[in-house]
């Protein structure tokens, strides 16, 4: 939304790239916290992310959201932008769960159960 007022334009992704390769390790270094809000499917995509803290400085911390596959394709259903089922299957089907192993200092995994959200540190 930050170059578009958009949630995503398809053509837009090589600048948004771009923007975030020049802009996260100047941020970093500058001593600004970032948060990288994005699907980051896979450890490839997070390990630049990762070095980027590291050469900061800085901490490298996860939020994993864990929804299952059906919930989170009922919660795209009702949204007004619907991600197209082989865009969802796609993602869906690549997405590698961060692990500490990966280099992240710490990674939380958030779930909603009969008590509403929680979140509990991966080991």
């Known amino acids: 939304m930050q170059c578009t007022g958009q949630e995503f334009v398809p053509a837009f992704e090589p600048f948004v790239k771009a923007w975030v390769d020049v802009t996260v390790p100047y941020l970093l270094k500058d001593g600004q916290s970032?948060?990288?809000?994005?699907?980051?499917?896979?450890?490839?995509?997070r390990e630049k992310a990762i070095r980027n803290a590291r050469a900061?400085?800085?901490?490298?911390?996860?939020?994993?959201?864990?929804?299952p596959r059906m919930d989170?394709?009922?919660?795209?259903?009702?949204?007004e932008r619907k991600v197209p089922a082989e865009v969802f299957d796609g993602m869906a089907d690549r997405f590698e769960i961060p692990s500490p192993e990966e280099g992240?200092?710490?990674v939380f995994v958030v779930f909603k159960d009969e008590h509403g959200w929680q979140a509990e540190e991966m080991e």
């Open 104 to 106: 992240f200092d710490e």
């Open 56 to 67: 900061a400085g800085a901490r490298a911390v996860c939020w994993l959201i864990d929804a």
């Open 34 to 45: 970032i948060v990288m809000d994005a699907t980051n499917l896979s450890r490839g995509i």
């Open 72 to 79: 989170a394709w009922i919660r795209n259903q009702n949204r």
